[in-house]
């Protein structure tokens, strides 16, 4: 397939799959994180930079096999005699042709180590993959939970809305009946004109969220962009979800997270780098093996006849084997600086491992502080939306009878919008911080 035909498939290819992204609307939270894994250029980015390692562990295993060289050359000559610098007869052509090998037979065990180095260093790089997969799944919770956070906040806006008209209709007929007077109508439709700017904002704050959810997933902006809504569970739910001690989970969590893993392989790493170091305090043998031939076009017997040349590469064949020897004296302190500055990146990496293990311990507790933060929040943001509603409710009874002016109403209103909006939001925090939990202990995050 040739590079034109290769460039239009690749394009048809992104064309297709990007058809398919526009067409779909509604999305559930696992093909958001799954289309973001799919599409982050930093992932795709990292997976490519990984591939190297891959690369370099088979070229450290294929270093281990002999080499095998082929050299031909071919020379033309043309003389002149000295004496007179006439041309001389004898003008020709001289070949040389051969093949080379060599093997490396002992070097301290260097080969075996690279090899072990690279694989290290591989596994590393698909450590790291999965620690960046993780955070772009949980970000992707994070921005998924926000657009039904919006979705809730316009159901109960729009909830409003529709009650405030209804008081609009009911405050027109107490005004035209003479039981409120003309004031309580200019305030209702303050009230109304209100309840709408706050339902306006909600809508812009939803599509907001929305495309900060679809620049996420890179993925082109989608008109009618909408998605599924999970059941969230119910504050006994979560409680049950999030009861492990922050101690539990960071036992769980120390032996699972990838950069406790990442700093663990990369000990291992710098005691590899120092054995490699150390490699060059050996001697290095290698075996070695020629065959070779030559001929001369200028190459003539006795009677003046040619000396053919395939009879010349047949006589001039030869064959050599031999072991060289290296073995180190003295190179100004080298090998022994290298092996001591890779001591001290390994004491660098115990440092970080630890390092580390306390910033996780940390990131723990602060996640476990902010989930029982976050429930007791919830717990109380239930509680006042439920006192809230029911002042409200009493209050529309008596505005209704007259009892009540349309501003002390609003204020009732008010308040319960203040309350819905709490809770709302108290809900879906705690949701996501039990979430983040479920991060640590390595649960599904859908």
């Known amino acids: 397939m040739n590079c034109k035909a290769l460039s239009t498939l690749l394009l048809s290819l992104t064309l297709y799959v990007n058809n398919n992204i526009n067409a779909q609307t509604t999305w559930n939270l696992k093909q958001c994180v799954d289309t973001a894994l799919t599409r982050n250029t930093a992932l795709l980015k990292n997976k490519t930079g990984n591939e190297i390692n891959n690369i370099n562990i088979k070229e450290a295993r294929y270093k281990q096999l002999p080499d095998l060289s082929f050299l031909a050359s071919e020379t033309y000559n043309h003389f002149f005699n000295p004496t007179d610098f006439s041309e001389n007869t004898q003008d020709g052509t001289i070949g040389s042709y051969g093949l080379n090998t060599s093997l490396l037979i002992y070097n301290g065990g260097l080969l075996k180590k690279k090899i072990e180095q690279s694989r290290l260093s591989y596994e590393v790089g698909e450590i790291d993959l999965d620690a960046l997969r993780k955070d772009i799944s949980l970000n992707i919770v994070y921005a998924y939970l926000q657009v039904l956070y919006g979705y809730e906040q316009i159901e109960t806006d729009r909830d409003l809305m529709e009650k405030k008209k209804k008081q609009f209709e009911n405050t027109q007929l107490l005004v035209t009946y003479g039981k409120l007077p003309q004031a309580s109508l200019s305030q209702m439709k303050a009230q109304l004109a209100s309840q709408q700017y706050t339902l306006t904002k909600a809508e812009n704050e939803l599509y907001s969220a929305k495309v900060d959810l679809m620049l996420m997933m890179e993925i082109p902006l989608i008109d009618g962009f909408e998605v599924e809504k999970p059941h969230v569970p119910d504050s006994n739910e979560l409680q049950q979800t999030g009861s492990s001690s922050s101690k539990d989970i960071f036992t769980f969590a120390v032996k699972n997270q990838p950069e406790i893993k990442s700093a663990e392989l990369n000990i291992k790493i710098s005691e590899m780098n120092t054995r490699i170091a150390q490699s060059a305090y050996y001697p290095t043998l290698n075996l070695t093996g020629n065959i070779g031939t030559t001929h001369s076009s200028a190459n003539k017997v006795l009677g003046g006849f040619s000396y053919a040349v395939n009879d010349q590469i047949k006589d001039n064949l030869s064959t050599s084997v031999g072991l060289s020897l290296q073995v180190p004296i003295f190179n100004r302190w080298s090998t022994k600086a290298n092996v001591q500055r890779y001591q001290l990146n390994k004491q660098t990496a115990i440092i970080e491992k630890k390092y580390a293990e306390t910033q996780l311990r940390k990131e723990i507790e602060q996640a476990y502080t902010d989930m029982?933060?976050?429930?007791?929040?919830?717990?109380?943001?239930?509680?006042?939306?439920?006192?809230?509603?029911?002042?409200?409710?009493?209050?529309?009874?008596?505005?209704?009878?007259?009892?009540?002016?349309?501003?002390?109403?609003?204020?009732?209103?008010?308040?319960?919008?203040?309350?819905?909006?709490?809770?709302?939001?108290?809900?879906?925090?705690?949701?996501f911080k039990v979430k983040v939990l479920d991060f640590y202990q390595g649960k599904p995050l859908y």
Do not use: H
């Open 372 to 431: 029982t933060v976050a429930s007791r929040n919830f717990e109380s943001a239930l509680e006042y939306v439920k006192a809230t509603k029911e002042t409200f409710a009493n209050a529309e009874l008596k505005y209704n009878s007259g009892l009540m002016t349309a501003l002390d109403l609003m204020n009732e209103r008010n308040s319960l919008i203040s309350a819905t909006s709490q809770y709302i939001q108290a809900k879906y925090q705690f949701f």
